[in-house]
């Protein structure tokens, strides 16, 4: 995965309309989880399922093949698929969990088509600049990440949990992913898929099987958020929500866009996001203008209630004014973030 970059107000006001990359959305997001585990080796690998673009399959060298496995029984997975007008919810689907070497934290990204979590290797770091982890990426059925790229060979490993797996690599190069190899298997009877993409130190392929044979499916939880939106302008869907300590932040796509993602489990170019965030933030922040993003500070000043968007002032003033707020401090009073956006602003299924 891709490091985090460092997010500069840099942007002059008579540049072109930005469109806001997923990454923007979750930036803040993901260096709570970064604060959090900072006793743990942090894999470099905390960027969105936008990023996954899942790799391309590794041609395998000359050698025999995976000696074949005792047959497994395989436990039935259904992942439920809302009916033909119903919104389609943004809900984790699985839990943290922990192996003999890895933490699979609890998921703190969903967005149409998938769900997504850090896995971080248990004890201290050695080494400042060591880093040792992944990302667990489940995706919703129909969604195939791999075909994304053209596959040049794909080498299969014993089945997990009775159903197929195999490891993969990209041959296009990121920051992320050059050197790594990944790994999918089928979850559900359905042939759904989870990835684990490593970060560029060091996890092994049986490490990687670790983690996966750890995974489970649990009972959809939705992702809860302090706030709600009560305006949305016409024609934008709720795509993704980040959720994690003293942060929460959505992005809103247009229509077509979230159709797209929903096919494709990949992110698309957020040009609405909104987030509330703990003061001061002093690691970096979403792309804005030289004023700085528009919102207002809440709950007695101790966050920021902003959002970054390319629409007219207007329509962000009515959004702002439209936001309700609930205590951050009372976790009962947070609703599902299916419920903070107007049902106009959902993504049903067709």
Excluded at 214 to 235: D, E, H, I, N, Q
Excluded at 311 to 322: A, Y
């Amino acid at each position: 995965m891709k490091p985090l970059p460092d997010m500069l107000r840099d942007a002059k006001s008579d540049a072109p309309p930005p469109r806001y990359d997923v990454d923007d959305v979750v930036a803040a997001g993901r260096r709570r989880v970064h604060r959090r585990n900072a006793g743990w080796a942090l894999a470099a690998v905390v960027a969105v399922a936008a990023a996954i673009g899942v790799p391309q399959v590794l041609t395998r060298g000359p050698g025999p093949g995976p000696t074949p496995a005792p047959a497994q029984s395989k436990p039935a997975v259904v992942v439920p698929t809302p009916a033909r007008g119903e919104v389609i919810p943004l809900v984790r689907r699985f839990t943290g969990y922990q192996t003999a070497t890895f933490r699979v934290e609890d998921p703190t990204s969903v967005g149409l088509g998938y769900t997504d979590a850090v896995v971080t290797r248990l004890g201290p770091r050695t080494n400042q600049n060591e880093f040792s982890g992944a990302r667990l990426t489940v995706y919703e059925p129909g969604i195939d990440p791999v075909g994304r790229r053209t596959a040049t060979a794909r080498v299969d490993t014993d089945p997990i949990k009775g159903r197929p797996a195999f490891f993969f690599k990209s041959a296009v190069s990121t920051m992320r992913d050059e050197n790594n190899e990944s790994l999918a298997w089928e979850y559900a009877d359905d042939g759904s898929l989870a990835v684990l993409t490593p970060d560029p130190y060091g996890v092994t392929r049986a490490e990687l099987r670790e983690v996966a044979e750890g995974f489970t499916m649990s009972a959809a939880r939705p992702m809860l958020v302090p706030y709600k939106l009560r305006y949305v302008p016409a024609g934008y869907r709720l795509a993704s929500i980040t959720a994690t300590d003293g942060y929460w932040g959505m992005g809103i796509v247009p229509l077509l866009d979230a159709r797209a993602q929903l096919a494709s489990g990949r992110d698309q170019a957020h040009e609405i996001i909104i987030w509330l965030d703990k003061l001061p933030d002093t690691s970096g922040g979403v792309r804005c203008g030289p004023d700085g993003c528009p919102g207002k500070n809440v709950f007695g000043g101790r966050y920021r209630f902003e959002f970054g968007t390319a629409l007219p002032p207007s329509e962000v003033q009515k959004m702002i004014n439209g936001a309700v707020m609930f205590s951050v401090d009372d976790p009962k009073t947070w609703i599902p973030v299916n419920e903070a956006v107007p049902e106009a602003n959902q993504l049903k299924a067709e």
